[in-house]
């Protein structure tokens, strides 16, 4: 039976959405008899999608509007700070505390962004995606400790994993049918019990190399924790708090603190889920919301700890009930002290890191970005794509006429101005490099047949969702059009393919080299995953690397491979 309280976004979303915040707001009676006398103030403290970010984040991605923030050594004291204000808290990640990272946490395999949230004193954190880009058993190591199986522990001593749990609700293991992690936790304040249910989205198998994964099966986020619902309540567990790695977006101009127009995947998932829950702590989308839907609190903290949620609950001690709850997303301004422990963390890594993300690896004659033209291709998507090109052209590196780039593999741009590292404008360096390719895949070079790669093209429609395209870029030599207005299915003309000004030829067989995420079907690029005579080839990173020491000063390139029709 759903509960009497009252909800808010907080004076701060009222005044910044105006009245598309208010309007989000729900009211309901709270029973008046003694309610504050047996009453607990509980505080959450929430993140989402940090993604290793340590140091501060670069240029927009370290603004929220006009004020710089992010930063662990800022994000520590601002925790710090809010948890002064109430001894009852607990601190909550929404998924992606690690993967797609800058160098100075993905070197060492994401054990300083454990080591650091374990000093900020994370309690818990809800798998996402990126969790799994090493796959399962790192991911466990990353729970349980130990040193990597390959590389040790690159600092020196041991790695002792995280203080904080996991949680996997959605996340069922096939050879047991047991979850990965723990689905949720309990916690008692003053004898008023609270639930934390933590879980990815659904479509986590489509955006992370499948061979990481092929022992786990990802269920339906709202069915999961409608079917948790009737066991906790059997516990005598009334308040319950999901932590789920999914989200939406508000219209633009999007207000950090409000919740103007809500859309996206987080509104149908809320609105399936239980009336029994009372707050969800969203992320995946990378954007900062302050919502109610369908009664239920629902947040989102940005990205790279840039905001920290403040959510405020009012838990009756005889019932388990929330009676009230609000939230506010603070930004992690860089005008407070830093804290002492992260410096010293930072600093360690940084000493070791240092001279590898510092070498200097060529050079580009103008910023070159991933921001894309009409027809989806982007300058950065064709430099990376020639050098996959590059790397595997040679008969016994594989023979390659032809390399496909996914774009969501292109994480940042290259810019032209000196980084701090003094390194001078122009220069690109390693760091610079690998934090546009984070990932380490290795190089994959298969025989696809001509009908095989345009059925590839058609892959891009429609993906991840109707309406939606996920354009790959391509290697110089490459060329083809497709039609904005043509069914799904049928966007490409087949004799507008063509390799070196040739048309292709749906029976020949060609050989084609994509990254290892893109060969296993990673991004829903099915046919790939039916290549044949596969050879494995160089880290993408070195492939990356040994093209800008042969072609420096590299130039942006041309973005005239892909032809937009009408």
């Given at each position: ?11 701060a979303?009222?005044?910044?959405a105006?009245?598309a ?14 309610t504050?006398?047996?009453t607990?103030?509980v ?5 989402n ?10 240029g ?10 992010g ?9 710090a700070?809010?948890?002064?204000t109430n001894?009852r ?5 929404a ?10 946490s ?5 054990e300083?962004?454990i080591?650091?949230?374990?000093d ?5 954190n809800?798998?996402?995606n990126?969790?799994?880009d090493?796959g399962?058993?790192?991911l466990?190591?990353m ?11 690159l600092d ?12 996997a609700a ?12 723990p ?5 008692s304040?003053?004898?008023?019990r609270?639930?934390f249910v ?14 990481g ?5 990802f269920?339906d986020e ?5 079917a ?9 567990v009334?308040?319950i708090v999901?932590?789920?790695h ?9 207000p950090?603190?409000?919740c103007?127009?809500i859309?996206?995947?987080?509104v ?7 009336d029994?829950v009372d707050?969800?702590?969203s ?7 302050n919502?109610?839907i369908d ?13 920290v ?13 929330i009676?009230?709850m609000s939230?506010n997303?603070?930004i992690v ?11 010293s963390?930072i ?6 890191a ?5 070498r ?21 998507g ?5 050098g996959?090109?590059?790397?595997t ?6 023979g390659?006429?032809?390399?496909f ?6 994480r ?6 000196s ?14 490099m ?13 025989t ?10 058609e892959q891009?429609f429609?993906?991840p ?15 083809y059009?497709?039609?904005?207005s043509?069914?799904?299915g049928?966007k490409?003309?087949?004799?507008s393919?063509r ?10 067989s ?6 290892s995420?893109?060969a ?9 995953k039916l290549?044949?005579?596969r ?8 492939a ?11 130039a942006p390139g041309?973005?005239t491979?892909i032809t937009l029709?009408?």
């Amino acid at each position: 039976m759903a509960r009497s309280r009252t909800l808010g976004v907080g004076l701060a979303a009222a005044v910044l959405a105006g009245s598309a915040a208010l309007s989000v707001q729900a009211s309901v009676a709270v029973p008046s008899q003694n309610t504050k006398q047996r009453t607990v103030d509980v505080q959450l403290l929430a993140v989402n999608d940090f993604h290793g970010n340590l140091e501060p984040p670069a240029g927009s991605s370290g603004r929220i509007g006009t004020v710089d923030a992010g930063g662990a050594e800022y994000l520590a004291t601002h925790i710090a700070n809010l948890r002064a204000t109430n001894p009852r808290t607990v601190v909550v990640s929404a998924g992606d505390l690690i993967g797609a990272s800058p160098l100075l946490s993905a070197l060492f395999h994401d054990e300083p962004t454990i080591e650091a949230f374990n000093d900020i004193g994370l309690d818990f954190n809800a798998v996402g995606n990126h969790e799994f880009d090493e796959g399962e058993q790192e991911l466990l190591r990353m729970q349980e400790g130990g040193c990597h199986p390959e590389d040790g522990c690159l600092d020196g001593d041991g790695f002792e994993g995280a203080d904080f749990r996991f949680l996997a609700a959605n996340v069922v293991r096939k050879d047991n049918g047991r979850t990965l992690f723990p689905p949720y936790r309990i916690r008692s304040f003053a004898g008023a019990r609270v639930a934390f249910v933590g879980m990815t989205l659904e479509g986590t198998p489509g955006i992370v190399t499948p061979s990481g994964i092929t022992n786990l099966e990802f269920l339906d986020e709202a069915d999961t924790v409608n079917a948790l619902v009737p066991k906790l309540r059997a516990k005598g567990v009334e308040a319950i708090v999901v932590l789920l790695h999914e989200g939406g977006a508000q219209a633009l101009p999007a207000p950090y603190n409000g919740c103007v127009g809500i859309s996206g995947a987080i509104v149908d998932i809320v609105n399936r889920m239980d009336d029994e829950v009372d707050a969800v702590i969203s992320g995946h989308t990378h954007n900062a919301y302050n919502c109610v839907i369908d009664n239920k609190l629902v947040t989102s903290a940005a990205s790279f700890g840039r905001i920290v949620t403040d959510v405020d609950l009012q838990v009756d001690r005889a019932t388990d009930e929330i009676t009230s709850m609000s939230a506010n997303n603070v930004i992690v301004t860089r005008d407070v002290t830093k804290d002492a422990d992260t410096t010293s963390l930072i600093a360690r890594y940084n000493a070791i890191a240092a001279p590898i993300a510092n070498r200097v690896i060529g050079s580009i004659t103008a910023g070159i970005t991933r921001a894309t033209n009409p027809a989806g291709e982007s300058a950065l998507g064709d430099v990376i794509a020639d050098g996959q090109l590059l790397a595997t052209t040679p008969a016994d590196l594989g023979g390659a006429v032809v390399a496909f780039m996914n774009p969501g593999g292109i994480r940042t741009d290259l810019t032209y101005p000196s980084s701090p590292a003094g390194e001078g404008d122009g220069n690109v360096t390693y760091g610079e490099m690998f934090a546009v390719q984070p990932f380490g895949n290795n190089l994959v070079t298969m025989t696809l047949t001509g009908a095989q790669i345009d059925t590839l093209l058609e892959q891009q429609f429609d993906n991840p969702a109707a309406g939606q395209n996920r354009i790959l870029q391509v290697s110089n030599g490459f060329t083809y059009a497709w039609s904005a207005s043509a069914p799904v299915g049928t966007k490409v003309d087949l004799a507008s393919i063509r390799i070196n000004g040739e048309a292709i030829d749906a029976a020949a067989s060609y050989r084609v080299t994509v990254n290892s995420f893109l060969a296993d079907g990673g991004d829903n690029f099915a046919v790939l995953k039916l290549g044949t005579d596969r050879l494995g080839g160089a880290v993408d990173t070195d492939a990356f690397e040994a093209s800008f020491a042969a072609n420096s000063p590299v130039a942006p390139g041309p973005q005239t491979r892909i032809t937009l029709l009408p």
